[in-house]
């Protein structure tokens, strides 16, 4: 939602007032301002879990995919990406709703993760992780042995 106002010269009082409400009524009104350090968003995510990995889907629209960065250290996954600002050479900015953006995200999961095996892909927005369990993590069947019998 967006909101605008207008504001007659010299009404100093309606001015503080207005520009008060606007930051209170419009959450990103910060992130559009000039002055303001790039805000840090939490990504959205989705996780799936089937007995040999976990699946993570991130809704991260609008970066290169070479600003992404996916760490595992200690058991934590970590999603960091950054959106540059975008610009017309030669023109001015005069309204901005989605300026440069930070995106972090970082969980932990259940079972440890072969690292070696994690896959990241990035298409329309959206960046998707498959997290392998490590071998000792998935599920193994266990025979069982009746005791007293000799196998032979």
């Given at each position: ?9 010299g009404?100093?009082f ?9 930051r209170?009524l ?14 840090v968003?939490?990504a959205?995510?989705d ?7 976990y699946?993570?889907?991130?809704l991260?629209p ?5 600003s992404i960065q ?6 934590r996954v970590t999603?960091?990406?950054?959106r540059?600002?975008?610009a017309?050479?030669?023109?001015r ?5 989605f300026g440069?953006a ?6 932990r999961l259940g ?8 896959q990241?892909?990035?298409q329309?927005?959206v ?6 369990k490590?071998p ?10 009746v005791a ?5």
């Amino acid at each position: 939602m967006m909101f605008m106002t207008m504001r007659r010269p010299g009404d100093a009082f309606a001015s503080s007032v207005d520009t008060i409400f606007e930051r209170l009524l419009t959450p990103w009104a910060e992130a559009s301002a000039p002055t303001s350090a790039t805000p840090v968003r939490e990504a959205p995510m989705d996780l799936w879990e089937t007995d040999s990995a976990y699946h993570a889907a991130l809704l991260t629209p609008g970066l290169a995919a070479d600003s992404i960065q996916v760490t595992i250290e200690d058991g934590r996954v970590t999603v960091a990406a950054e959106r540059k600002p975008l610009a017309i050479e030669g023109a001015r900015p005069l309204w901005a709703e989605f300026g440069p953006a930070r995106y972090r995200r970082a969980f932990r999961l259940g079972t440890a993760i072969d690292t070696a095996q994690v896959q990241a892909t990035y298409q329309d927005g959206v960046l998707r992780l498959a997290l392998p369990k490590s071998p000792e993590a998935q599920p193994r069947r266990i025979a069982v042995q009746v005791a007293g019998v000799n196998a032979s």
